[in-house]
């Protein structure tokens, strides 16, 4: 079968990299194998053929029971096989498969037709052959045409999710372990669980389709079970988790949901499946990320009468981030121009034909505002260009629209460079340039097509124009003291008093506030044509006590003009810096070698840490390994050593995290070079 990671055909289908004793290839490209026969074969009056079957009951029209005849040429992406060189009794054959083949595990026979009828080989699990997809051939649906692109969106095993938030961006690594073992059969069995027919699994759009369902918990039993409420009893805690590998794991093993994961575990596990059976993705984050409850392109916050947001009858949400994927394919099932990069999003928010999935939906389309195109682009086309309008019921009952912004949500959409661990801006990619010409276009395009826009009444809104107001959250690190400051700039010549409050909440990042920590108030005089600045310290023990994992906070600052009776208002979310765990590595690191890794942190909090749990993994290092503490001391420095053996020689990824109740979110990484032995 040639199937050595270095034999001829793993070296050419670029599957040396699976960490599995069988034969895998790629679509629509030729591979060898080897027949031995008790005598020499002739061609003359020999006959033979080869028999590729998947599945429990074979049907040659369903593409699962494929018979091969020998011939003289092979067809680029059909199947066929000839032979390449006789050998006394054995002969040696390149074997062409179809580039529209079922992705998946296929079973070979052998058949040779006897006086005596036709002779098979018996069942060898040995000659099983994995076909994937592959984005080398030109036929195949998921052809992308960039060798630099390619390594990165098919044969990278690790990557980066970027969160925090749009002031205050953070990013950490994530082992995809898509090569790993056991991982392959992992990913296929989430096709039979989410019972995708056979004959629909060589087509990418299908396979998108079912696994964005099947990747969350909600409506089917599938991989990860959401929880976003800061507790994770039964389960290990969203921020503790370094990569994809034992979810899948897990998964395959119990066939039940592995508790729990928020955005970014769903994205990452889908990349992980998604490179694995060769369709190339990457991990997407959106910043400022519109949850729209009613798909109504807007997001009502609703004030009361002091001019704070009433959290009763305010459903919408802006996530700090959001975190989706994108798949490249082609769409046949779409005009010409909506191929490449593909929206799919296994976090369940909201239902798509009755089931928690998204996509695949065209981002040239979410572009353009053709969201009539399937699939859920409505929904996608919301997260990243939705208004937010800040209203107030007066005591008649009417609303009175107090302000409205239409540049907050999807103000940086950002990937993994290529062949790096920079972060690329695609936002781009998403929507043309805020207050373009093309971007009311589009608009009018999407709200044609019949995404929902509420019309809002120009009589109602008349902002108070001659005052400005801003404020600056001042960079914080977790546990000390912070300011905000507050500005106005009174551009008119008149004397004005501000009614200014500021309310400090504790939210998840979903932009769901768990509660209020800080409330000040005070009036500001405005004199003429100038600007005023007003500082309110946020104490560290006001916070800590309520602190969630991702040591996010979301400030409103609203101000009633007494003069005018005018509200001005703005929001802001802010992450404190978190510490970081510092990896090193002692003396050589050579491939099959015994190699020693150390972690280390120093707590940074007024308070003992209790229950700490670390993890440590490097796709192609070390399995993941974790190790319980105790109790971490105020101050005082934890050291964890590591002992490993490197498998693969090349440039690895150490990815480490710790988690516990007070603290949560903490990573580090190190890039290790492992020599060949």
């Given amino acids: 079968m040639f199937k050595e990671p270095h034999e001829v055909n793993k070296q050419q289908h670029h599957t ?112 099983d052959t994995y076909i994937l997809f592959n984005p080398w051939c030109q036929q195949d649906a998921v052809y992308l045409d960039d060798e630099k692109e390619r390594e990165e969106y098919v044969l990278n095993d690790v990557g980066i999710v970027f969160h925090g938030n749009i002031n205050d961006i ?91 994961g928020q955005c970014w575990v769903f994205a990452g596990v889908f990349n992980t499946f998604l490179r694995c059976l060769g369709i190339p993705a990457r991990l997407v984050t959106n910043y400022s990320s519109a949850h729209d409850n009613n798909a109504n392109l807007q997001l009502d916050f609703f004030l009361d009468d002091e001019g704070q947001v009433d959290t009763k009858i305010t459903k919408d949400s802006v996530w700090n981030y959001h975190c989706w994927n994108e798949a490249w394919m082609t769409r046949p099932d779409l005009p010409v121009g909506f191929g490449g990069w593909q929206v799919v999003d296994g976090t369940p928010q909201e239902t798509s034909d009755g089931m928690y999935r998204c996509g695949p939906a065209s981002v040239q ?122 500005t106005f700039r009174n551009k008119s010549r008149n004397y004005y008093t501000a009614t200014t409050y500021l309310s400090g909440n504790i939210v998840f990042y979903t932009g769901v506030p768990k509660n209020e920590f800080k409330k000040h108030s005070f009036s500001a005089k405005l004199e003429p044509s100038s600007s005023s600045a007003f500082d309110v310290l946020i104490k560290s023990s006001e916070y800590l006590s309520d602190l969630l994992d991702q040591a996010s906070f979301h400030f409103f600052v609203t101000a009633r003009i007494t003069e005018t009776g005018k509200i001005l208002a703005m929001q802001k979310a802010t992450v404190l810096e978190i510490p ?76 480490a995290s710790l988690n516990c109740d007070a603290l949560r979110h903490v990573y580090g990484e190190l890039n290790v070079q492992i020599q060949k032995p």
């Avoid at 079970?225 to 897990?250: M, Q, R």
């Fill in 170 to 260: 953070k990013l950490r690594s994530w082992s995809y372990g898509q090569f790993e073992e056991n991982i392959l059969d992992a990913c296929l069995f989430l096709m039979d669980k989410a019972e995708l027919e056979l004959s629909g699994r060589g087509n990418p759009i299908k396979i998108c389709r079912v696994a964005s369902a099947v990747i969350n918990s909600r409506d089917d039993n599938g991989v990860i079970a959401g929880s976003w409420d800061n507790t994770y009893t039964y389960g290990v805690a969203p921020s503790a988790w370094t990569g994809s590998v034992d979810i899948l794991l897990e998964y395959y093993s119990s066939k039940q949901p592995v508790r729990y």
């Fill in 16 to 127: 040396d990299k699976y960490y599995s004793p069988k034969l895998i290839v790629r679509r629509g490209q030729p591979f060898q194998i080897q027949i031995d026969f008790n005598r020499p074969y002739k061609p003359e009056t020999d006959q033979f053929w080869l028999e590729y079957l998947i599945g429990r009951y074979p049907q040659q029209n369903k593409g699962t029971y494929i018979p091969i005849l020998v011939g003289d040429v092979l067809k680029p992406g059909e199947w066929g096989a000839k032979v390449t060189h006789k050998e006394n009794n054995s002969i040696r054959l390149s074997i062409m498969s179809s580039a529209t083949c079922i992705a998946g595990k296929f079973r070979l026979y052998v058949a040779v037709w006897t006086p005596f009828g036709i002779l098979r080989t018996h069942r060898n699990s040995a000659t």
């Fill in 580 to 655: 970081t765990l510092r990896i090193k590595t002692q003396g050589g690191m050579v491939a099959g070698k015994e190699m020693s890794v150390t972690v280390e942190f120093t707590n940074p909090l007024k308070q003992t840490l209790e229950n700490v749990t670390l993890r440590l993994e490097g796709p192609g290092v070390l399995r993941m390994v974790k190790k319980e503490f105790r109790q971490i001391p105020v101050n005082s420095t934890l050291i964890w050593e590591v002992k490993c053996t490197p498998k693969r020689p090349g440039l690895r990824k150490l990815i």
């Fill in 365 to 486: 389309a979410i572009k353009h505002g053709h969201v009539c195109f399937q699939f859920d682009a409505p929904f996608i086309y919301a997260e990243v260009n939705s208004d937010i309008v800040y209203s107030r019921r007066e005591k008649n009952g009417t609303q009175v629209i107090e302000k409205i912004d239409t540049a907050h949500v999807g103000q940086l959409i950002v990937t993994k460079e290529v062949g790096g661990d920079g972060m690329m801006e695609i936002t781009e990619e998403y929507k043309f340039p805020e207050g373009s010409a093309e971007e009311r276009l589009a608009l009018e395009t999407a709200v044609m097509y019949g995404v929902k826009k509420q019309t809002t009444q120009d009589t109602t809104y008349q902002p108070q124009m001659d005052v400005d107001m801003d404020f600056q959250v001042q960079k914080a690190v977790l546990g000390s003291d912070f300011k905000v400051t507050i």
